[in-house]
Structures are given as structure tokens and as C-alpha cells.
Nanobody
């Protein structure tokens, strides 16, 4: 089984920074990509940022220049969030896109970590 453990969420004032981390463990053989998504009540979950094993990154237009995704080791992904605004308030989810022989592509999600930007 695969587990994703997220950390780093919390309450921050507008203009502040937070760093989210996600550690994946379990039966993981080949990782295609890891990423962060966010969701607010009544809206669909949306991509914030993702990074492939090769290091290619992708960002939502709304976070470009403010957020940076990185992988500190094979199974850990972090999201540095700067210049936060109330519009960034959401439940942030870590996503693991991996592959297993005989099964093919697999997707796992973390349980989510709340980010609240408010004065």
C-alpha cells in the first residue's frame, strides 16, 4: 500500500509564506510525477504545481512566480508558497502518479492539509 503524509499547512497573514511537504511511502516502484492540488468548497480540485521525475515543472497561472515545487528526494515533494493571498486559501492535496508492472499507472492522494490566508 501507498501512503502520502502531508505537512506544513496552517494560518498565515496575507503576504506571508508557507512550505508544504509530502512524503510518500509504501509499495512505490516507479514515480512518474508528484504534485499539489487544491480545492475550496463548491469548486473542483485544481492543479497548483507538479514535477516529473525528470524535473519538469508545471504551475497554475495564478501561482507562477510565487510558488515553487521541488523534490528533496525520490519520494518527497515540497511546495514553497510566497506572497500568499486570501485567494490561496484552500485544502491542499498531494498527488502521486506512479507505475507498477502488471498494474500500470496508479494515482494516490494525500488526506489534505489546510492553508488559510487571513489577517
Amino acid at each position: 500500500q501507498v501512503q502520502l503524509v502531508e505537512s506544513g499547512g496552517g494560518l498565515v497573514q496575507p503576504g506571508g509564506s508557507l512550505r508544504l511537504s509530502c512524503a510518500a511511502s509504501g509499495s512505490i516502484l516507479s514515480i512518474n510525477a508528484m504534485g499539489w492540488y487544491r480545492q475550496v468548497p463548491g469548486k473542483e480540485r485544481e492543479l497548483v504545481a507538479s514535477i516529473t521525475t525528470g524535473g519538469s515543472t508545471r504551475y497554475a497561472d495564478s501561482v507562477k512566480g510565487r510558488f515553487t515545487i521541488s523534490r528533496s528526494n525520490r519520494n518527497t515533494v515540497s511546495l514553497q508558497m510566497n506572497s500568499l493571498s486570501p485567494e490561496d486559501t484552500a485544502l491542499y492535496y498531494c498527488k502521486l502518479d506512479h507505475w507498477r508492472p502488471g498494474t500500470g499507472s496508479l494515482i494516490n492522494w494525500g488526506q489534505g492539509t489546510q492553508v488559510t490566508v487571513s489577517s
